[in-house]
């Protein structure tokens, strides 16, 4: 909880930097288009190897909004403000099975589905033009959840439940994208979500589509 707190304050300090006008520089002479976002995807586990080896590609959507602010640096702009990002990712009951049981037939598995939700403050550099490459980071909140999943024997109709778990800690995101089209747009992007949980580092690899819309 600590985490959160400290990526929360240090959240609103890079907002207050962005939005501060200093007189003798001529960084920040006036403030850009709001910008609202939608997407959706496919997500794939990366790391640790419990969630790579078990639990299949699966989908993921995601919405933000930021404020764009119009720097005179070169062809650069940079907006900062916030997104919420969703995956959810399948088990992989034969692979699971196999491995960790050493069991080929005769069972089955139900539940145990992963979901991976995060609530970032963000910051997007972009590169104007026709269409816009862009680069942005983000840190906040990281929730890592494993439903409850239930282990059947399909001769003997016994079954043995495998508990969930779920953790709240600190996550951050990288990513980089392209987006094209003014008022309304669209954008590609790939992402990188870092978790720290208490037992390892969940590291996840979403691509995504999605539509923007900026005003003034």
């Not at 907002?15 to 976002?37: Q, W």
């Not at 139900?110 to 490459?133: F, Q």
């Not at 079954?159 to 996550?171: A, D, H, L, R, V």
């Amino acid at each position: 909880m600590k985490k959160i707190i400290y990526a929360i304050i240090l959240g609103v300090a890079l907002v207050n930097v962005c939005y501060s006008r200093d007189e003798g520089t001529n960084l920040a002479e006036r403030i850009g288009p709001i910008e609202v976002y939608g997407d959706i995807g496919l997500s794939s586990a990366l790391s640790p190897e419990a969630l790579k080896d078990y639990r299949r590609t699966g989908f993921n959507f995601g919405i933000g909004a930021g404020k764009g602010m119009n720097m005179n640096v070169g062809k650069f702009d940079i907006s900062v403000g916030g997104r919420i990002d969703y995956s959810s990712l399948d088990f992989y009951v034969d692979e699971f099975l196999r491995k960790e049981k050493g069991i080929e037939e005769g069972y089955s598995i139900t539940g145990g589905e992963t979901s991976i939700l995060t609530l970032l403050g963000t910051a997007k550099v972009i590169l104007s033009g026709i269409i816009s490459p862009y680069f942005y980071g983000g840190l906040g909140f990281f929730r890592f959840s494993i439903k409850d999943a239930t282990m059947y024997d399909l001769i003997s109709y016994e079954n043995e439940p495998i508990p969930g778990s779920s953790e709240n800690t600190f996550g951050i995101s990288l990513g980089a994208g392209v987006e094209a089209g003014t008022p309304f747009g669209l954008f590609a992007e790939g992402q990188y979500i870092i978790g720290f949980t208490e037992s390892s580092t969940q590291l996840l690899f979403p691509i995504k589509l999605g539509v923007i819309y900026k005003w003034e």
